[in-house]
């Protein structure tokens, strides 16, 4: 009996590294290169993108949030829990050990003769189920892959701080430089204001005239009053993604606009291949890795099927002793039990388990397909929209060369006596209205830049580079 429970012992041990394969793979074909990805004659992609902005007030806000943030605290966090959840997945697998103990007294009266014996009472108890299909193996392999999904949420955390504190930082730069070229402006319109009052005073314009100038004066001045809101606003964002109080955290404006980085823009990186999104997305491995644990998932479900087997050992060990004059009593057993489990009838419980595992496994690789497609349009929209961007600020820059001749041109037929003030005075609200315009575009190439770092993955750090 023993050498036939020894046996069984040892194949179980043996089958014990068996579980279920699911195959699985994804129905999207990658395309060899973007449409747009050509357009671009930039550098070779840089992981901290924010390096090659020659910022270095920008590069140490993002640095400070990325060791901060609590969002990315908090992924971080997850990733543990994940990992927890793993050993304890994993502990399964392997036998238990327990050591038992026992003692006490009890009181006889054996004919009027009181005896009060004690007994003492120890032993070991070793309890496992193999695990000869794989359900435990594959209940591991499942909260091992939730630890990878929650490593790419981690790396996913890491990418969306790093964009977001660029976001608000380059609208803060935004506003700085518009309140700057409003105030020309509004001088500008000043200047205009006064001469049509001149005008109107000798009855050479009428009062339509002279309330068209005052609605600009009163709308520009409204523009300006929440430039100042908005770069606080902005300010305040940029605290709380850091980690910090809003109190605490004021931007040095000075450096920002010494530097200038909407001006003086790098070019975006170039060399960017479809296939490369399937290990840099972090969102993708996200997906990937929940595919892995829903598959493992649905192996598991499957293994309810089929039998499964229990082994027992107990030993123990113990005596007895007597107040009276009688022999101490003393004893040791040891018992070895094997035991198997088939399911017969469970009313559809199981098959209604695996066909909803098996349909959550088709919802994990749709989601990844949807996420895979989503991120193929994101990077090659973003380089069209950089490609057209960089033509319009082109234009614009032409169109505003031809401006500012012009304002010199009109500047001179108002010497010549061929144009009143107004025209030279229109000429140049006409070349601030141009300034405008570029440095809305000059916003959009910036943001729509940090856009496609993060459409192609860029901007999360593994563990080891923190460190």
């Known amino acids: 009996m023993q050498k036939t429970v020894m046996t069984f012992f040892l194949s179980s041990l043996l089958l014990g590294c068996q579980h279920t394969a699911v195959e699985l793979q994804s129905k999207i074909t990658l395309p060899e290169n973007y449409q747009h ?42 990733i543990q829990e994940a990992q927890a959840i793993a050993k304890i997945a994993q502990s399964t697998r392997f036998p238990t050990i327990a050591a038992l103990a026992n003692t006490g007294k009890s009181h006889l009266d054996i004919e009027q003769l009181d005896i009060t014996p004690s007994a003492v009472l120890g032993g070991i108890r070793v309890a496992w189920e193999p695990d000869i299909f794989g359900q435990k193996s594959s209940e591991a392999d499942a909260a091992q892959a939730a630890v990878l999904g929650a490593q790419q949420q981690f790396y996913g955390a890491q990418m969306l701080v790093a964009s977001e504190i660029a976001h608000y930082y380059l609208q803060a730069l935004h506003s700085k430089k518009q309140q700057m070229l409003l105030q020309r402006t509004q001088t500008a319109l000043k200047t205009l204001q006064h001469y049509i009052e001149e005008r109107f005073n000798a009855g050479q314009v009428s009062a339509y005239e002279r309330n068209e100038i005052r609605i600009k004066r009163q709308s520009l001045a409204a523009k300006q009053a929440i430039l100042a809101a908005q770069f606080t ?14 109190q605490q955290v004021k931007l040095d404006v000075g450096e920002m606009q010494k530097r200038d980085i909407l001006t003086h823009l790098p070019s975006p990186p170039s060399g960017i291949q479809p296939s490369d999104l399937l290990n840099q997305r972090p969102d993708i491995q996200a997906q990937s890795a929940n595919v892995k644990a829903q598959a493992a998932k649905l192996a598991s479900a499957k293994a309810d099927l089929l039998p499964r087997f229990t082994l027992n050992f107990l030993w123990q060990t113990g005596q007895i002793k007597l107040d009276a004059d009688l022999p101490t009593l003393q ?61 319009q600020a082109r234009l614009l820059k032409q169109a505003s060369m031809t401006q500012q001749r012009q304002v010199r041109d009109t500047q001179k037929l108002f010497q010549y006596g061929d144009y009143t003030f107004d025209r030279v005075l229109q000429a140049r609200l006409d070349a601030l209205d141009l300034e405008e315009k570029r440095l809305e575009n000059q916003l959009a190439c910036a943001m729509n830049l940090v856009l496609l770092y993060k459409a192609i993955g860029l901007g999360w750090q593994s563990e080891t580079d923190t460190h």
Request: charged residues 15%; without cysteine.
């Open 233 to 246: 606003a902005a300010e305040n964002a940029i605290a709380v993604l850091i980690g910090d109080t809003p």
């Open 331 to 391: 004893a040791w057993q040891h018992f070895i039990s094997a035991g198997i489990q088939l399911p017969i009838f469970t009313a559809g419980r199981i098959q209604a388990n695996i066909q909803a595992a098996d349909q959550r496994l088709q919802q994990a690789l749709l989601h990844y397909d949807r996420t895979l497609l989503q991120a193929l349009a994101e990077v090659e929209t973003h380089y069209q929209q950089q490609f057209s961007l960089t033509q």
């Open 37 to 78: 990805v050509g357009l671009a004659k930039g550098t070779s992609i840089v992981q901290n993108w924010w390096e090659s902005w020659q910022d270095p007030q920008l590069r140490r806000l993002i640095q400070q949030g990325l060791a901060q943030n609590h969002s990315i605290a908090i992924a971080k966090s997850k």
